[in-house]
T-cell receptor, first 114, second 115 residues
Framework: AQSVSQHNHHVILSEAASLELGCNYS??????LFWYVQYPGQHLQLLLK??????LVKGIKGFEAEFIKSKFSFNLRKPSVQWSDTAEYFC????????????FGKGTTLSVSS | NAGVTQTPKFQVLKTGQSMTLQCAQD?????MYWYRQDPGMGLRLIYY???????DKGEVPNGYNVSRLNKREFSLRLESAAPSQTSVYFC??????????????FGPGTRLTVT
């Protein structure tokens, strides 16, 4: 079945550690890609998005993601995490000419200890 | 500019009761969505409305109905609530233009418990 996979269910890091969260999708063709973050008790907010052009996308709060088309991947990275990055992170995909809805992964919970 | 608003924030229902979750957006977006969020399941699309006057089923539509009342408002109705519908419900909106910019904006959520 076509899907969006986030490999890590729960990641635990110390402050200043580097972060990489994996996201793979199984759709062929053109896609638009998103990473959303949900801080405890809050609603989802957009971290970054990719539509076209430079496959390395920079978002808010020092996050970036790289689209690797050959690997169907859109991994999220941050060189040095902070305690305030503790949250749940969702990858989402929009397939070309397939309506307007996004398909979300199951999410990765990031816990950062100070 | 309030963005996407949802009411109520919390609700407890007994099995078999009905209720309507309300959602409104003030960004003049064409498309609106209802998701449910369950632990370990991520967000699953219940229904969506690509434009005023249209609605379509998503991944998990059973037990729900929707109404796109006008461009601003999109409600979700549970006709006979079941414990399996205990979840956090999020409304979202987007304004796709010319095939680009499918970013969705989310409301604060409604936490529903069915006993």
């Amino acid at each position: 079945a076509q899907s969006v996979s986030q490999h890590n269910h729960h990641v635990i890091l110390s402050e200043a550690a580097s972060l990489e969260l994996g996201c793979n999708y199984s759709y062929g063709g053109t896609v638009n890609l998103f990473w959303y973050v949900q801080y405890p008790g809050q609603h989802l907010q957009l971290l970054l998005k990719y539509f076209s052009g430079d496959p390395l996308v920079k978002g808010i709060k020092g996050f970036e993601a790289e689209f690797i088309k050959s690997k169907f991947s859109f991994n999220l990275r941050k060189p040095s995490v902070q305690w305030s990055d503790t949250a749940e992170y969702f990858c989402a995909v929009k397939r070309y000419q397939a309506g307007t809805a996004l398909i979300f992964g199951k999410g990765t919970t990031l816990s950062v200890s100070s | 500019n309030a963005g996407v608003t949802q009411t109520p924030k919390f609700q407890v229902l007994k099995t078999g009761q009905s209720m309507t979750l309300q959602c409104a957006q003030d960004m003049n977006h064409n498309s609106m969505y209802w998701y449910r969020q369950d632990p370990g399941m991520g967000l699953r699309l219940i229904y969506y409305s690509a434009s005023e006057g249209t609605t379509d089923k998503g991944e998990v539509p059973n037990g729900y109905n929707v109404s796109r009342l006008n461009k601003r408002e999109f409600s979700l109705r549970l006709e006979s609530a079941a414990p399996s519908q205990t979840s956090v419900y999020f409304c979202a909106s987007s304004n796709p233009r010319g095939g680009a910019d499918y970013e969705q904006y989310f409301g604060p959520g409604t936490r529903l418990t069915v006993t």
